[in-house]
């Protein structure tokens, strides 16, 4: 992709305090714009995060903010800690706690700590793509991980200064395709609209998970991120805390680019597979547009209700 995913999501994130300005935006029109698509990323090059971020996301604020919401939060955050800690310990073998190298802020390597939700394996070797149907997890892990509880270490990369509370997801070196201008966080707008994500990524058949993940799911993280950081305030910020917590989840978003694309890709097998799995209750393909050599999802059928899911987790 010659400039990552384009601005498309700009109206749509005009309340960068919520994401519901999406499915807002979904139930405006019927109208089909187009339906091509294209591959948004070719080569391995990094993208540049785009360099605009908002007065609050550079601010010195910001990070006063962070250190003073996980310090106040530390008397009930360890207990819980040390109580998740002892049921993973006791569950299955291997360490509590499983670390990684991530890209931070401006490209630099930082080590992220993430209660280990994954039996650890004799080789040390995991799928670089988690789906909820392609990894050994322990007896734990998928609880952890559907409530986002194994990520509360990382509160530790915050007061280290690699992270901050909301802000883009820090990827693995193979998966980043931008350079990141503030530092990542544990939670923020793509989060928030990927958070089903492995449960989705598992209605995909093997041969078609990297392409998707690569060339669709990975430039619409991006793109959410991007924009949701351009207008970031505390109160837009404090808002996906707490619809964090809250497990107030957007899923819409994912589950259009992934009908489009299985539409487009035009394989009968990956479009009965979803019917067999009765994953998906009735399958819309979603009109997408082409602006400045990309593929954003424009407004889906009338008939799609907002606020309901059409893939269960």
């Keep these: 992709m010659k400039t990552g995913l384009c601005n498309a999501f700009a109206s749509t994130m005009a309340e960068p305090s ?30 540049p995060f785009r360099a605009h971020l908002s007065a609050w996301s550079r601010s010195g604020s910001k990070r006063a903010f962070d250190c003073a919401c996980v310090l106040l939060m530390l008397p009930l955050l360890i207990p819980i800690l040390l109580a998740i800690a002892l049921a993973v ?17 401006h490209g630099r390597i930082f080590t992220i700590v993430k209660f280990r939700t994954i039996v650890q394996a004799a080789d040390k070797t995991h799928q670089g793509i988690t789906t909820s149907g392609n990894q050994a997890f322990t007896q734990v892990g998928p609880f952890l991980r559907r409530w986002k509880l194994d990520e509360l270490p990382q509160v530790v990369n915050v007061l280290a200064g690699h992270m901050s509370l909301v802000g883009p997801r820090p990827k693995i070196p193979e998966h980043a395709i931008a350079d990141l201008q503030c530092r990542a966080g544990i939670t923020g707008a793509a989060t928030i ?6 449960a ?13 993940y690569h060339s669709v799911a990975l430039p619409a993280k991006h793109t959410l991120d991007t924009e949701y950081m ?12 707490f619809d964090s917590v809250l497990r107030r989840w957007e899923s819409s978003i994912m589950e259009s680019l992934l009908a489009n694309w299985a539409s487009v890709q035009n394989d009968g097998e ?3 597979g979803f019917a067999d799995q009765k994953q998906m209750v ?17 407004q889906s059928s009338a008939s799609a209700r907002p606020g309901r899911s059409r893939i269960a987790n």
Excluded at 97 to 104: A, D, E, I, S
Excluded at 200 to 212: D, G, Q
């Design 18 to 47: 919520s994401l519901r300005a999406v499915e807002m935006s979904r139930t405006r029109s019927s109208r089909v714009e187009s339906h091509s698509f294209q591959q948004p990323h070719s080569d391995s090059s990094p993208l």
């Design 89 to 105: 310990r006791l569950t299955s073998a291997g360490p509590v706690l499983f670390l990684q190298k991530r890209m931070g802020r």
């Design 193 to 198: 609209a990927f958070a089903r994500e492995e």
């Design 200 to 212: 989705v990524l598992a209605l995909l058949p093997e041969r078609h998970l990297s392409t998707f």
């Design 230 to 241: 351009a207008q970031a305030s505390l109160l837009s910020d404090l808002k996906l805390i």
């Design 270 to 272: 990956l479009r009965s």
């Design 282 to 298: 009735e399958y819309i393909p979603i009109p997408f547009q082409q602006r400045s050599n990309c593929l954003i999802p424009t």
